[in-house]
């Protein structure tokens, strides 16, 4: 009795959050392509992408290792960086990577793993104004590269 009493809990649970989780694909979506244009801002070169997913306020750090470094070196990058970054020539190699995950999601915050040639980033995102902005990057290059200048 106790183990119909466990599965009818369970059961329940499950078609509780079920109507949940369909309702936050729209927010998936709109969180995932707030990353997916920070990566194409620079795989094209065009900075509006960068505007209109990076907030101004966004604190961004990454690490890289020099070729034959041993260790990792920190760099920050600010908002002025990012979105003038662009201008130089489009970093896009044949076959780089280009996904973006979202890993957890609520009201007004969401968390995110960027993959591209540079390497991964794990990103916060904030709802402001009814639009999901990156507020925070850490990132770290692939191991035996350079910083992506």
Same mark, same amino acid.
């Given at each position: 009795?106790?183990?119909m009493? *466990? !599965?009818?809990?369970?059961? *329940?649970?499950?078609a509780?959050?079920? @109507?949940?989780? %369909?309702?936050?694909? $729209?927010?998936?979506?709109?969180? =995932?392509?707030?990353? !997916?244009?920070?990566?194409?801002g620079?795989?094209?070169g ?6 209109r997913s990076?907030? +101004? ?5 990454g690490?890289?290792? %020099?070729?034959?470094?041993?260790t990792?070196?920190?760099e $920050? ?5 990012i979105?003038?970054?662009p201008? =130089? @020539? +489009?970093r896009e190699r044949p #076959?780089? +990577?280009?996904e973006?995950?979202v890993?957890?999601a609520e009201?007004?915050? %969401?968390?995110?793993?960027?993959r591209a040639?540079? #390497?991964?980033d794990?990103? !916060?995102?904030a709802k402001?104004? #009814? =639009?999901?902005?990156? =507020?925070?990057? !850490?990132?770290? #290059? $692939? ?5 992506p200048n």
């Open positions: 009795m106790m183990r009493k *466990s !599965l009818v809990l369970l059961l *329940s649970l499950v509780a959050v079920q @109507p949940a989780a %369909a309702q936050d694909q $729209p927010e998936h979506t709109a969180i =995932r392509q707030a990353m !997916l244009d920070y990566i194409d620079f795989y094209t065009d900075s509006t992408l960068l505007v990076v907030s +101004p306020e966004v604190i961004k750090y690490y890289w290792k %020099a070729d034959g470094a041993d990792f070196t920190g $920050p990058m600010s908002y002025q960086e979105v003038h970054k201008t =130089r @020539p +489009p #076959g780089a +990577p280009r973006a995950t890993l957890d009201a007004q915050v %969401a968390s995110g793993k960027v040639w540079w #390497g991964i794990y990103i !916060l995102l402001e104004n #009814g =639009r999901w902005m990156i =507020r925070q990057v !850490l990132w770290q #290059g $692939p191991l035996g590269t350079v910083a």
